[in-house]
């Protein structure tokens, strides 16, 4: 009852204009999320590659509600828990990235079934909920991130955060699905072995990439 009573103050103590353009580019930027929606739009088609990106926007939710129930704070500022997942979502992001640049090196071409795609969809979900929970810049987005464009007092920070996570999870899902889209392009009809060589070895790359880069990743004070 408070939550909704609170709900109309909330709406009201977000920068709209300001959070939708900087969660836009955000979203869009590439990361690891997103090359798996990339790479899932490929090899499954558009249906498994969201259903997979479920897995991720449920770790984000309770990212959202740990950051409204108080937790954000520490999330954002413990050393040894923002270390601990910066090095797991590195050597997680390293065994992606070098298990898909070994599929780049396939003998032959494989073509991806409706019925392996959904024996599938568990798998992928699964990746995409570990890359986005082994993140420590996903707990950073919305434990620092978010809350510059509110304009909420304590009373109100809670269903205010929770109301603009809620927008962010959306603008992802809408970013996810370009990226999904743009895969399963790439991979419609007759998909060459050359073409499924080059996606692999450019997202095995990129996911190489992020792992170094997260292992240079600082705890923000």
Not at 93 to 110: D, E, N, Q, V
Request: with cysteine; charged share 10%.
């Amino acid at each position: 009852m408070v939550m909704m009573q609170a709900f109309p103050v909330a709406v009201t103590a977000i920068d709209w204009p300001l959070l939708l353009g900087a969660s836009a580019i955000m979203a869009l930027t590439p990361g690891a999320n997103q090359l798996l929606s990339l790479s899932n739009g490929f090899r499954a088609g558009i249906t498994p590659a969201m259903t997979a990106a479920c897995g991720r926007f449920t770790a984000f939710v309770f990212m959202v509600m740990g950051v409204a129930v108080g937790l954000g704070h520490w999330l954002a500022t413990s050393a040894i828990f923002f270390n601990v997942l910066k090095w797991v979502g590195a050597a997680y992001l390293l065994y992606l990235g070098i298990r898909t640049l070994m599929m780049a090196w396939r003998p032959t071409a494989r073509p991806m079934s409706t019925d392996i795609a959904a024996a599938r969809a568990g798998l992928f979900m699964r990746r995409e909920a570990l890359v986005a929970l082994s993140n420590p810049k996903a707990y950073v987005l919305f434990a620092l991130f978010l809350p510059q464009f509110l304009h909420a007092d304590v009373e109100s920070f809670a269903p205010a955060i929770m109301l603009a996570g809620l927008v962010y999870i959306l603008i992802e899902f809408g970013c996810a699905l370009v990226y999904a889209s743009a895969g399963h392009l790439l991979g419609q009809g007759s998909v060459s072995l050359r073409r499924q060589r080059w996606l692999d070895g450019v997202s095995g790359s990129a996911m190489v990439g992020l792992a170094g880069w997260l292992t240079l990743a600082k705890r923000q004070t």
